[in-house]
């Protein structure tokens, strides 16, 4: 069985998950759709392959789902991503892990707690009047503000509802004037990618804000440089989506989506034909049948693997 994990808030899956669900089982591979709350010890006896990318809540317990996920594991499921990977990408604090690697990243300061000298203080030593601050174990742009330094109330940065630390980073003009880019890959290899353009009056390209979606075709420089940031990882990756802005200096990463991301499979037809052409389904179910490099090798589990061939 290959489950797809959604969450109590949301436990139906999207256009784009159903059409995945319908072309594994036109190759006979049986597959579910379940919240993960709900994924107990005897769900995950069925279970051999994991992915969790309807998970849309796990930012509001992240203690339980990194708890749920290593139970998972040591039960002996298969997990994609692999869940070292998976937590590391939790947390956006990663992103410093990478800026420290020479990966060219959105200016990045971390906030512990929400306190207004400590951000004070960030503002002023990176000299920024103008900033975005997340939470750093955040999704789909929740709890996200911009701020002036002439503002003339602090920013509400809520604890209880966040209290895993914030990032704050300069604002970045590029996502008003050109949107921000989202290079999906599958297995380490571009597959395709889209532009996600803010609503009039807004900055945030976030689903929720009304971004408008459409197809984007980077350049082989922006793909090659996408590809040197999934290098630096900790592991390799299943799939992952890459969003960053398009500015003088080149591709600059502003986050990486590794756990439940939109890879907006909805807008691509091409790929969802009855005959399944452009996409290969492979099943391992030991350690031999699993390639090297993916995130399973180390382990004899169950993998799922989607290669896609055949785009554009």
Excluded at 55 to 81: C, H, I, M, R, T
Excluded at 164 to 175: A, C, D, K, L, Y
Excluded at 176 to 192: D, I, P, R, T
């Amino acid at each position: 069985m290959i489950t797809f994990t959604t969450c109590k808030r949301w436990p139906l899956p999207g256009k784009a998950l159903q059409l995945v669900c319908q072309s594994l089982a036109a190759r006979g591979l049986a597959t579910e759709c379940v919240p993960w709350q709900e994924m107990d010890y005897q769900r995950l006896a069925q279970t051999q392959v994991l992915l969790p990318l309807a998970a849309w809540d796990y930012s509001e317990s992240p203690e339980a789902f990194a708890q749920w996920l290593k139970g998972a594991v040591e039960q002996g499921v298969g997990v994609l991503n692999a869940p070292e990977l998976i937590q590391w990408n939790m947390n956006k604090r990663y992103l410093l892990d990478l800026a420290e690697q020479g990966v060219k990243t959105i200016p990045t300061r971390f906030l512990n707690k929400a306190d207004p000298a400590e951000l004070k203080a960030v503002l002023s030593d990176g000299g920024w009047d103008d900033v975005v601050i997340k939470p750093a174990c955040g999704q789909s742009g929740n709890g996200v503000q911009r701020y002036s330094v002439k503002a003339l109330t602090p920013p509400m940065l809520t604890e209880q509802s966040f209290n895993q630390g914030w990032i704050v980073q300069p604002f970045m003009p590029e996502i008003q004037q050109v949107g921000e880019m989202s290079l999906c890959f599958l297995w380490g290899a571009y597959s395709h990618a889209v532009k996600r353009m803010p609503a009039k009056g807004e900055w945030r390209a976030n689903s929720q804000y009304a971004a408008a979606v459409s197809r984007f075709m980077p350049d082989d420089d922006t793909i090659n440089t996408v590809q040197h940031i999934l290098q630096q990882l900790p592991n390799a990756t299943a799939y992952a989506r890459v969003d960053g802005l398009l500015t003088r200096s080149g591709f600059v990463l502003s986050e990486l989506e590794l756990i439940e991301p939109a890879m907006f499979l909805d807008l691509l037809p091409a790929l969802w034909k009855p005959s399944l052409r452009g996409w290969r389904v492979l099943w391992g179910n030991n350690k031999g049948n699993v390639p090297r490099g993916t995130a399973e090798t180390d382990r004899p589990l169950g993998s799922l693997m989607l290669r896609n061939s055949g785009w554009p």
